[in-house]
């Protein structure tokens, strides 16, 4: 079951990134960002890096560089405590939810996008 939820992690960032459906930017925000919290660690560390230097997103996705790295040291912070789980899964939520509301000045999406990945988190 994990390999499947690491092989669908990469599939939503690849659609994210490459577009082949033309969706709007909201909706690969989203793929992107869904794809990224069920990738394997060391596949976030790669596309944190893979993200940083060439923004596949474009102009309007720069903000998500500082959300994955938010994200990656709440991962590493939290990866070896079970006790912080309920701290983790809600500190992830805030940073989603914050990082696309000041990005995107969109609260509806962000509470979309932040409400999904919740309910993900919820489920491991």
Same mark, same amino acid.
């Given at each position: !079951? =994990? ?12 659609? /994210?990134?490459?577009?082949?459906f033309g969706l709007i930017f909201p909706f690969r925000l989203a793929f992107f960002i869904?794809? +990224?919290?069920?990738?394997?660690? *060391?596949?976030?560390?790669? #596309? +944190? $890096? *893979?993200?940083?230097? +060439?923004? #596949?997103?474009? =102009? ?11 994200l990656l040291v709440l991962e590493f912070i939290f990866s070896h405590s079970k006790i912080?789980?309920?701290? !983790? ?5 805030? $940073?989603?939810?914050?990082? $696309? ?12 996008? /932040?409400?999904?990945?919740?309910? #993900?988190?919820?489920?491991?």
């Amino acid at each position: !079951m =994990e390999i499947f939820k690491n092989l669908l992690g990469l599939v939503l960032i690849l659609l /994210a990134w490459f577009n082949p459906f033309g969706l709007i930017f909201p909706f690969r925000l989203a793929f992107f960002i869904l794809g +990224f919290d069920l990738a394997r660690w *060391i596949t976030k560390l790669l #596309l +944190f $890096v *893979i993200n940083f230097f +060439f923004p #596949l997103l474009g =102009e309007k996705g720069l903000f998500l560089v500082w959300t994955l790295l938010f994200l990656l040291v709440l991962e590493f912070i939290f990866s070896h405590s079970k006790i912080f789980k309920a701290l !983790m899964i809600t500190s992830k939520l805030l $940073v989603i939810f914050f990082s $696309v509301w000041f990005g995107l000045k969109d609260f509806q999406l962000a509470l979309i996008i /932040a409400g999904i990945d919740l309910i #993900l988190n919820l489920k491991n």
